[in-house]
């Protein structure tokens, strides 16, 4: 199991409703450690940027636009195969489909507003977390 960096976004519907802490705690008990952290809020123009990859597609300015209703949370989670285990915390993208005990299936609204993103691979990860993070706010 490789030591791995990946990037996490508490997304607006989450912090709206101050839910930050008790996901972060889901992200720590499962030994992911946040090595990263900001909270921020997004322009129109980096959340096109940062979904760029699914501009083609239908649901790209409904979920630009949701991204920019509120304050999100970037962090970086590093551990044991950290992409996999976010993913496993997080949950299915349809809080439907979602595991009970999961972060999507305990917290999220709907598909769209499903309170967290995760990186699904390296070189995902590496992107993201370089669109915003430089190398000197990690620590870890």
């Known amino acids: 199991m490789a030591i791995e960096r990946t990037l996490s976004i508490i997304k607006p519907d989450a912090t709206r409703r101050n839910l930050t802490g008790q996901i972060n ?5 499962a030994g992911l450690r946040i090595v990263a952290q900001k909270r921020i809020q997004l322009t129109l123009e980096q959340a096109q940027g940062f979904y760029a990859v699914h501009n083609e597609r239908a649901f790209f300015y409904d979920l630009c636009n949701f991204m920019i209703s509120g304050q ?8 044991k195969d ?10 299915a993208t349809n809080p439907a489909n979602a595991d009970e005990g999961t972060i999507r299936k305990d917290f999220a609204e709907s598909i769209e507003a499903n309170s967290v993103h995760g990186s699904d691979a390296l070189d995902t990860a590496a992107w993201e977390i370089s669109y915003f993070f430089s190398q000197i706010e990690i620590v870890g």
């Open 82 to 91: 950290a992409i996999a285990k976010n993913r496993e915390v997080m949950g």
């Open 72 to 79: 999100v949370v970037a962090q970086v989670l590093e551990g």
């Open 25 to 29: 705690a889901r992200f720590e008990d």
